[in-house]
């Protein structure tokens, strides 16, 4: 009954063909079969948003999805997002404004973070806390978080 | 924690998802979204041998105008699409002020209409948004197609008139002339403690609670009401909230009250 399904999913611009067991979530895949462990996994029941990854340019939660579910899809990760350097204003900014204390939420929080900044419009404190309130943080009590994305926001053209 | 194994299929038409369901009855779910389901079996409260992914399946996304001025919305149209349609803040705007309601961005951008239709919640936004607007849901099965007022739709807890081998294919919303939608909750995005979907239509209202039963609750008579201190006088009549961890029943009747003034004023 549980056989793998056959998938095929372009991660961070690379083709990539599995067998995968339908029970194992897209972020289970991308960390145990590809190797890219950035994306983490905290409370496996979509609460926490550290799995947080996009799919077809949209966020998503990664424990929330099953890999075979982004058969034909297009995935991007943390390490896509860093190594394009997409994301560079606001790791600069997270940096600046001591926006992570032991950093287990920030990859979560810079892809939610980054929809904002893709969608180029200003955004209040307000809206900024909206938008990344399913990503937890336990450190930093987001103040710094919300700085550093401001700061981005609105410095952007 | 880990989903438990199941099958998977994804198939990409109805005739082949009414056979599988058909084919494996009980031990079948739907998938669509996954955004509720997929939870639940991460926290192994279910158990199902075959996920019927019906994402493949063309012609549940759309959200058209319909006659008489409303809107039909397909099952697949996710939480994120209604919040930005123009067509819904325009025909249906009571559906797009629920939904910023719902969980994160994250996860509106997978959740679908259907699904939370479906899986019925009483604490869902959805449901009650349905019942409020006297929504048609439109249900599809080998048989044809077979039309239900969302006021017969939700039966119970998470229990529905959706019989097994059927599938939600969408929803119709006739237009209102004014609708509000308010919800208490401990923080953005987690389950209401109680909220409310109103709507006014000339000088009818119709108010649809969540949160205050095992399905969402037409308050019958504070929607009769002419004015509001009748109307929060009807809800002792029209409600019975269930305790939760952190609110008695009458502090949910309370609440359920301050929303119904909330929701007079705009209206």
Same mark, same amino acid.
């Given at each position: 009954? /549980? =056989?793998? %399904?056959?998938?095929?999913? @372009? !991660?961070?611009?690379?083709?990539?063909?599995? *067998?995968?067991?339908?029970?194992?979530?897209?972020?289970?895949?991308?960390?145990?079969?590809?190797?890219?462990?950035?994306?983490?996994?905290?409370? /496996? =029941?979509? %609460?926490?948003?550290?799995? @947080? !990854?996009?799919?077809?340019?949209?966020?998503? *939660?990664?424990?929330?999805?099953?890999?075979?579910?982004?058969?034909?899809?297009?995935?991007?990760?943390?390490?896509?997002?860093?190594?394009?350097? /997409?994301?560079?204003?606001?790791?600069?900014?997270?940096?600046?404004?001591?926006?992570?204390?032991?950093?287990?939420?920030?990859?979560?929080?810079?892809?939610?973070?980054?929809?904002?900044?893709?969608?180029?419009?200003?955004?209040?404190?307000?809206?900024?806390?909206?938008?990344?309130?399913?990503?937890?943080?336990?450190?930093?009590?987001?103040?710094?978080?919300?700085?550093?994305?401001?700061?981005?926001?609105?410095?952007?053209? | 924690?880990?989903?438990?194994?199941?099958?998977?299929?994804?198939?990409?038409?109805?005739?082949?998802?009414?056979?599988?369901?058909?084919?494996?009855?009980?031990?079948?779910?739907?998938?669509?979204?996954?955004?509720?389901?997929?939870?639940?079996?991460?926290?192994?409260?279910?158990?199902?041998?075959?996920?019927?992914?019906?994402?493949?399946?063309?012609?549940?996304?759309?959200?058209?105008?319909?006659?008489?001025?409303?809107?039909?919305?397909?099952?697949?149209?996710?939480?994120?699409?209604?919040?930005?349609?123009?067509?819904?803040?325009?025909?249906?705007?009571?559906?797009?002020?629920?939904?910023?309601?719902?969980?994160?961005?994250?996860?509106?951008?997978?959740?679908?209409?259907?699904?939370?239709?479906?899986?019925?919640?009483?604490?869902?936004?959805?449901?009650?948004?349905?019942?409020?607007?006297?929504?048609?849901?439109?249900?599809?099965?080998?048989?044809?197609?077979?039309?239900?007022?969302?006021?017969?739709?939700?039966?119970?807890?998470?229990?529905?008139?959706?019989?097994?081998?059927?599938?939600?294919?969408?929803?119709?919303?006739?237009?209102?002339?004014?609708?509000?939608?308010?919800?208490?909750?401990?923080?953005?995005?987690?389950?209401?403690?109680?909220?409310?979907?109103?709507?006014?239509?000339?000088?009818?209202?119709?108010?649809?609670?969540?949160?205050?039963?095992?399905?969402?609750?037409?308050?019958?008579?504070?929607?009769?009401?002419?004015?509001?201190?009748?109307?929060?006088?009807?809800?002792?009549?029209?409600?019975?909230?269930?305790?939760?961890?952190?609110?008695?029943?009458?502090?949910?009747?309370?609440?359920?009250?301050?929303?119904?003034?909330?929701?007079?004023?705009?209206?």
């Amino acid at each position: 009954m /549980e =056989h793998a %399904v056959e998938t095929t999913l @372009t !991660v961070n611009g690379t083709r990539v063909s599995r *067998r995968i067991a339908p029970r194992q979530h897209l972020v289970d895949f991308l960390r145990d079969e590809l190797g890219l462990t950035g994306s983490h996994i905290g409370c /496996e =029941h979509g %609460v926490c948003g550290a799995c @947080t !990854v996009r799919v077809n340019g949209e966020i998503v *939660r990664g424990c929330l999805m099953l890999a075979v579910q982004a058969n034909g899809c297009r995935v991007d990760t943390i390490e896509g997002l860093s190594d394009s350097g /997409e994301l560079k204003a606001l790791q600069k900014a997270f940096h600046e404004k001591n926006a992570l204390q032991c950093g287990f939420c920030t990859p979560g929080m810079l892809m939610a973070a980054q929809d904002l900044v893709v969608q180029k419009k200003k955004c209040s404190r307000e809206e900024i806390r909206s938008h990344i309130s399913g990503n937890y943080c336990r450190c930093t009590g987001y103040q710094a978080i919300v700085d550093a994305i401001e700061q981005v926001l609105n410095g952007q053209s | 924690m880990k989903a438990p194994s199941f099958a998977y299929a994804r198939p990409g038409t109805l005739a082949e998802a009414f056979d599988l369901l058909e084919r494996h009855g009980e031990r079948a779910r739907i998938l669509a979204g996954g955004q509720s389901l997929i939870p639940s079996l991460n926290m192994r409260l279910s158990s199902p041998g075959l996920l019927v992914d019906i994402t493949g399946i063309p012609g549940l996304s759309k959200i058209e105008a319909s006659a008489g001025g409303g809107l039909r919305i397909g099952a697949l149209v996710t939480h994120a699409q209604i919040e930005k349609s123009p067509d819904v803040r325009k025909h249906a705007p009571l559906l797009a002020q629920a939904a910023p309601h719902i969980a994160h961005p994250a996860i509106r951008n997978r959740g679908t209409l259907g699904g939370s239709l479906a899986l019925a919640d009483p604490a869902a936004e959805y449901p009650a948004c349905a019942l409020a607007l006297n929504a048609t849901f439109i249900v599809l099965s080998k048989k044809g197609e077979r039309r239900v007022k969302a006021t017969e739709f939700f039966k119970g807890l998470f229990e529905t008139d959706l019989k097994s081998a059927e599938i939600l294919a969408a929803a119709e919303f006739p237009a209102v002339d004014k609708s509000a939608f308010v919800e208490l909750a401990r923080r953005h995005g987690d389950y209401a403690i109680v909220g409310l979907a109103a709507v006014r239509t000339g000088s009818q209202k119709r108010f649809a609670f969540l949160g205050a039963g095992a399905t969402p609750v037409l308050a019958v008579n504070a929607s009769k009401a002419s004015s509001l201190e009748e109307a929060r006088q009807a809800l002792e009549k029209d409600l019975d909230p269930p305790a939760d961890l952190y609110h008695s029943s009458p502090t949910k009747l309370h609440l359920a009250g301050v929303l119904l003034e909330r929701a007079w004023n705009t209206l």
